[in-house]
């Protein structure tokens, strides 16, 4: 063949697939993944191996870390010193694995992420745990293959006398695929193998009663049985890992937070630093000193507390702003049968339970042909003892060893194998005692055969060999579980208390939607000046508040706005504030604010009140006005408007215990009184019922409140001018949904239109401004108290615009 001829010609899309496909093969399953049988990926096996080999065991003196590496990456593992060297040190790492698998001495690194020492100056041993991976290694219970350079021989798979792949667990990212297995307690794991050889078809809910969750070396409490449950059942699921914490008191009346156990793979130099950062920003008050008190006995930070400072909302604004609580998502892919899958926990213990059935199976064999050889020798030993002289005479008379063998098996019918024993044979074996010895080790070898082929012929027998050999290292390496697990996952909920600093503030909300907060300072050195108002806007609401205080502000199109007063623009009082369609999306151009209501905490014992122009009116729960998502961006309902043109005129909060009545005045002087226990408690998003029963072309002027059974004093303003006082017990007490009776004589010309009415007290005002843009300021008591058919007196000769209730301070 030409060497033109030898040329293929193939598409980049055909090359490139082959090639990537090809890689994609070999790190899946020769470097990203673990086996499902001994939880070993392809290097980490290599090192216990190679470490095994050289003898560089428990029981041996260490060794430099770098003779081992040289001997591993020359032998069967082709690849770059670092890469085994890193394997190898994070395998002696007491906060990574639950059950370190070699022993280290010299800097093996932290976990606040520093690095090793170089392999240089490192030594290290296998741990005696590692022995029990590897036992029986030599008996031909697994598969040996050919290493890279066909020089050595190398296992596929090591025996593993206990599920390494639970105990400690793997981490791990190839091509399309990672996994992410956490670690659990070799006791628990071997309880579980038990129950489940006993037991092939337990239901997963029993085997958890033996497994009930991972166990991680940095301990912490894991939260969310539900979830853990899932995982073990579909080998994928996310759970919550917090740090063990305690709130410690000190001197002073002053509190610290002390952590001594983090997540599972959280850097602790990070960690530290994380939380003093939110110190020296002050994302939250309260917080002093941060240290990391760590030491050889044990992990302990502080967060020293300042004086008076939550400690508990502190605590769980840093679980849920730090990694002093994760989330643990498990992904728990292992190569079984040779290709990659997600397994659940069951799978797991099924296939180390088929794999070790193998290895138990192989040894037996391996030990069965070993004994009957053995047998077969001591058989030959004994029958040549007892014809000593003639097997001495038949020796005597060969030319050399191979005759004495043929002689041997030619004149006695000795084996090979025999023969080649007794001819070996020393001189003081010659004596009367040897024989005996042999006569019990014949015995022994018959007992020894027995039993390893009733362990081959007896399934029964095998699995209580597989028991016994399981609780043997659950005795000997059993360890208390380090890792709680609790059955709910715990919901953080942060106090407003914890983030924002308390400050008594100024709030101001004007009528066309204008809000701000301004500092006492700022409020005390202009409060005299005039603010930057529309002519047409004025307060709706001015008062001192707290910034850890919340606000509901209800607009006359039906909305509610939340908004916590910390998040109000800070402005100067002189200026106006910002309007709320900067943040309001649905805010609408004819929208105005009707009332604001200030509070601390949502109370059940409270209601809202909502009463509109078109006569709807309604009670709604103020905790129907909870926290919304989207606040921020969009009110939420508070009353459904049945047209376009009607508007809310009263918004009312009020106890659910006080007995009050609602009191209608429309703008043809028709006035309605009833309980307003007739009105029912509906959802945010209701219309309500229908208050009153309106004449065509008349609507609600006022919708007022009244305390059942107070003498409450009503006043009255009309577009004329007009203002009239009168008992509110004057109006007798109908039902919802009447149309009322008259308050004011109908004139045939001119007649008098009800633009307000108030209840009031002898201290208030009562401002009106004309058309012809004049103002009057009314004092209350000068208003004589007259009957429902009187008209009241004039105060102006133009047509009224408006009329505002002042209070005197």
């Excluded at 004819?590 to 209601?607: A, C, D, G, H």
Aim: glycine share 6%; net charge neutral; charged share 30%.
């Amino acid at each position: 063949m030409t060497e033109h001829q030898r040329i293929q010609e193939l598409t980049l899309e055909e090359v490139m697939g082959d090639r990537f496909g090809r890689y994609s093969k070999y790190i899946i399953q020769e470097r990203a993944l673990p086996d499902i049988r001994d939880g070993l990926k392809p290097v980490q096996r290599r090192i216990l191996f190679s470490m095994n080999n050289d003898g560089n065991t428990f029981d041996k003196a260490f060794r430099k870390s770098a003779k081992s590496v040289g001997n591993i990456m020359g032998n069967y593992h082709p690849h770059g010193d670092s890469s085994i060297y890193e394997a190898m040190v994070r395998m002696s790492q007491d906060w990574k694995l639950r059950e370190p698998l070699i022993e280290m001495h010299g800097n093996n690194g932290s976990m606040d992420g520093d690095p090793p020492a170089a392999m240089r100056y490192t030594e290290a041993r296998l741990s005696e745990l590692s022995d029990e991976l590897l036992k029986d290694i030599e008996k031909e219970t697994i598969e040996m293959v050919w290493n890279f350079d066909d020089t050595e021989k190398e296992p596929t798979v090591l025996p593993a006398k206990y599920p390494n792949l639970l105990v400690n667990g793997s981490t791990g990212i190839s091509a399309g695929y990672a996994t992410e297995i956490p670690t659990h307690n070799l006791a628990e794991i071997i309880d579980g193998t038990v129950y489940l050889i006993d037991h092939p078809n337990a239901s997963l809910d029993k085997l958890m009663e033996f497994v009930p969750g991972p166990d991680f070396p940095t301990g912490g409490i894991l939260q969310g049985k539900k979830e853990l449950r899932k995982a073990y059942e579909t080998g994928k699921g996310k759970v919550n890992l917090r740090s063990k914490t305690e709130i410690e008191p000190l001197k002073a009346g002053r509190e610290q937070i002390v952590v001594t156990e983090i997540p599972y793979e959280v850097n602790k130099a990070n960690l530290v630093k994380k939380i003093d950062e939110i110190r020296l920003n002050k994302k939250i008050e309260g917080i002093s000193e941060v240290r990391d008190e760590s030491d050889r006995t044990g992990l302990r930070i502080v967060i020293e507390l300042r004086k008076e400072a939550d400690a508990s909302g502190i605590l769980n604004y840093l679980l849920k702003n730090t990694d002093l609580q994760i989330n643990y998502n498990f992904n728990m892919v292992a190569i079984h049968a040779s290709r990659p899958e997600q397994v659940g926990l069951k799978i797991i213990l099924s296939a180390y339970i088929e794999h070790r059935q193998q290895v138990i199976r192989k040894r037996s064999q391996f030990e069965l042909n070993k004994a009957k050889t053995r047998l077969h020798i001591v058989d030959g030993l004994i029958k040549a003892l007892s014809i000593l002289d003639q097997v001495i005479s038949v020796i005597r008379g060969s030319k050399d060893k191979k005759d004495a063998k043929h002689n041997l098996m030619t004149s006695f019918d000795f084996t090979e194998v025999q023969a080649e024993a007794i001819v070996s044979l020393q001189l003081y074996r010659l004596t009367n005692t040897d024989i005996t010895a042999l006569k019990i080790e014949a015995e022994d070898l018959n007992k020894q055969i027995a039993y390893l082929k009733n362990i081959l012929n007896d399934e029964k027998e095998l699995f209580k060999l597989m028991k016994q050999e399981l609780r043997e290292v659950k005795k000997k390496y059993t360890k208390q579980r380090l890792t709680k697990l609790e059955e709910e996952i715990e919901e953080i909920t942060i106090e407003a208390s914890v983030l924002i600093p308390q400050e008594d503030v100024m709030v101001c909300v004007t009528k066309e939607g204008y809000v701000k907060r301004s500092s006492l300072r700022s409020f005390n050195a202009s409060k005299d000046d005039e603010m930057d108002m529309k002519e047409t806007d004025f307060i709706v609401f001015s008062n001192q508040l707290n910034t850890h205080d919340q606000l509901l502000i209800v607009t006359t199109k039906g909305n509610m706005i939340y908004r916590p007063v910390h998040e109000l623009p800070d402005k100067r009082w002189k200026e106006v504030g910002e309007h709320l369609s900067q943040s309001i999306n649905n805010f609408t151009a004819n929208e105005q604010i009707l009332s604001v209501f200030p509070y601390t905490e949502l109370e059940n014992q409270k209601r809202f009140v909502f009463i509109t122009r078109d006569g709807m009116i309604k009670q709604s729960e103020m905790t129907d006005f909870d926290i919304w998502r989207t606040y921020k961006s969009r009110s939420t309902m508070a009353m459904k408007l049945k047209s376009d043109d009607d508007i809310v005129i009263t918004a009312e909060l009020i106890d659910k215990q006080e007995k009050m009545d609602v009191l209608l005045i429309t703008n043809r002087a028709y006035g309605l009184l009833y309980d307003l226990d007739e009105v029912p408690c509906v959802g945010a998003k209701a219309a309500g019922v229908k208050a009153i029963n309106l004449k065509d072309g008349d609507f609600v002027a006022a919708g007022l409140l009244v305390v059942r059974g107070a003498e409450s004093i009503l006043t009255i303003a009309t577009n004329r001018g007009g203002l009239k006082r009168m008992k509110v017990n004057d109006i007798s007490k109908l039902s919802r949904a009447k149309r009322g009776l008259m308050i004011m004589r109908e004139l045939k010309s001119n007649p008098h239109r009800v633009l307000n009415a108030f209840i009031t007290s002898e201290h208030s005002k009562i401002k009106l401004s004309d058309e012809e843009n004049k103002e009057y300021l009314i004092e209350i008591k000068k208003i004589p108290i007259t009957d429902r058919q009187s008209n009241g007196s004039l105060y102006t000769e133009a047509n009224v615009t408006t009329v505002t209730l002042q209070n005197r301070e």
